[in-house]
C-alpha cells in the first residue's frame, strides 16, 4: 500500500528557515501529483504548494517568495524549503499524493512546524 512518511518539522524563530521532505513507498511516484497541506489549530486544512508529475508548481498566496516545492523522483521524495518563516505558518503539514488516473488520494501522518520566538 501507499505510505507517505514527513520529516523536518520542528521549532524556529521568525525569520528562520526548515526543509520538509516526504518519502513515498507502494506508488510509482514520478507519475503522481504532489502536495504539501498545512492545518492550524482550529483552522480548516489547507493547500500551500503542489508540483505536478511534469514539475510545475502552484503556491497559495500566502508562501508565494518564501516557499519552495520541488520533487525527486529517483528518491521518491518531496520537498517544502521554507524560508522567512512567520508565526502564522505554524502548522501540522501534510504531504498528499495524488496518482495518475486515479480518483485515490493519500496523506501521510504528518509534522509539526512551529514558528515562535
Known amino acids: 500500500q501507499v505510505q507517505l512518511v514527513e520529516s523536518g518539522g520542528g521549532l524556529v524563530q521568525p525569520g528562520g528557515s526548515l526543509r520538509l521532505s516526504c518519502t513515498a513507498s507502494g506508488s510509482i511516484f514520478r507519475d503522481s501529483a504532489m502536495s504539501w497541506y498545512r492545518q492550524a489549530p482550529g483552522k480548516q486544512r489547507e493547500l500551500v504548494a503542489s508540483i505536478s508529475r511534469t514539475g510545475s508548481t502552484n503556491y497559495v498566496d500566502s508562501v508565494k517568495g518564501r516557499f519552495t516545492i520541488s520533487r525527486d523522483n529517483a528518491k521518491n521524495t518531496m520537498y517544502l524549503q521554507m524560508n522567512s518563516l512567520k508565526p502564522e505558518d505554524t502548522a501540522v503539514y501534510y504531504c498528499?499524493?495524488?496518482?495518475?488516473?486515479?480518483?485515490?488520494?493519500?496523506w501521510g501522518r504528518g509534522t509539526q512546524v512551529t514558528v515562535s520566538s
Open positions: 498528499n499524493e495524488r496518482p495518475l488516473f486515479s480518483t485515490l488520494q493519500y
